[in-house]
């Protein structure tokens, strides 16, 4: 039996790379359950580590803070939004909270590309690797085949395709909010900042970065809590919640089966094991199911906001 250096026993597997099959898998029978794929020690499959988890609740908080609040601002016309803002002290109050929200999000951000560069030099690599290697964020030509692929699945005309590491719904996510900060932070800063950001742009620019930030603004919260929602909870693979950028884990069976790529990829390196933990405690989980629902709740209840706003009290 393959062994690694701390004595544990590896999965060993041959998988065909063209296609993501696993073509033969002969785990050790004490450590694998063969055709489910999981580990009988119950250990889970480590997807997100520890400073993502932590970001991405960061990310949430913030966003749904400066959506509540800068839609508040949006509709003030409107005698619910001054209902809401008078809750949170007044529209000045509520500007408050937006900026501070803001600060909170650009320090997210901000930490997230610094956790980049110090996870390249922990795994001692380039951003050649990192940029072009097989799991890379960046669009390839493979998440145009996996689109269509899927568009394919979905009418019943082929089988789902064999997803990797990132797909390319995933990956339209991550740089939505690349974009989504850039677009709305920069424009945000100039209605903070008039008068510094005035001495280099025309005075009309402020009208100009309200209506980009305002609008811009709103097609990323319809985003969020309707097309990210969907493909991340609501698809009936993950419905009605899916926990893992919280957990961090995914439970081996399930990693199998939503990218098996990648899966297949990892058995035939024989690097799966340094991938596996124990679960989170109950206590954890629990916890972070109260957290997302409470997330979920607001994001849809914000979603008929809009659709409400939209329809009967925009101007
Ligand atoms: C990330 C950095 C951001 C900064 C620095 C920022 C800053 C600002 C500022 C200074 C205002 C004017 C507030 C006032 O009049 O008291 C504003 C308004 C607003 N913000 Fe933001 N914001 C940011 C992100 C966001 C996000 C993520 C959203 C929504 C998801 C958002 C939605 C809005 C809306 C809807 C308004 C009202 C615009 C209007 O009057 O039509 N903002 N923001």
């Not at 930030?213 to 709103?218: G, T």
């Not at 690097?271 to 994001?299: C, D, M, N, S, Y």
């Amino acid at each position: 039996m393959t062994r690694m250096s701390n004595n544990k026993p590896l999965l060993v597997a041959t998988g065909n790379y063209a296609t993501g099959a696993v073509v033969e898998q002969k785990p050790p029978l004490t450590e694998v359950a063969p055709r489910a794929g999981l580990a009988v020690d119950g250990r889970e499959f480590v997807r997100f580590q520890h400073l993502y988890r932590v970001l991405h609740a960061f990310m949430i908080v913030s966003f749904l803070t400066l959506a509540v609040t800068g839609l508040s601002l949006k509709f003030s016309y409107t005698p619910w939004a001054a209902k809401f803002s008078r809750l949170l002290g007044g529209f000045e109050t509520a500007g408050y909270i937006h900026r501070f929200a803001a600060v909170v999000m650009f320090g997210t951000f901000t930490a997230h590309v610094i956790g980049l560069f110090k996870q390249k030099k922990r795994n001692q690599t380039t951003w050649k690797a990192i940029l072009l290697g097989p799991n890379t964020l960046l669009p390839t030509k493979r998440d145009g085949q996996e689109f269509v692929a899927t568009v394919k699945w979905f009418i019943g005309f082929g089988p789902r395709p064999q997803y990797g590491r990132w797909t390319y719904w995933e990956k339209f996510d991550y740089f939505a909010v690349f974009w989504g900060i850039v677009v709305i932070g920069s424009t945000g800063l100039t209605l903070w900042f008039p008068v510094f950001f005035t001495r280099f742009l025309p005075g009309p620019f402020i009208n100009v970065a309200t209506i980009i930030h305002s609008d811009e603004a709103l097609l990323a919260t319809g985003f969020i809590f309707t097309v990210h929602f969907f493909n991340t909870h609501l698809r009936p693979e993950k419905f009605p919640m899916d926990t893992t950028i919280f957990t961090g884990h995914m439970p081996l069976a399930e990693f199998k089966r939503d990218k098996p790529r990648e899966y297949a990829e990892l058995v035939a390196s024989g690097t799966l094991e340094e991938h596996l933990e124990q679960p989170q405690p109950e206590i954890v989980v629990k916890a972070i199911r109260a957290f997302a629902w409470i997330a979920l709740t607001i994001g849809f209840i914000v979603v008929i906001w809009i659709i409400y706003a939209m329809l009967f009290a925009y101007r």
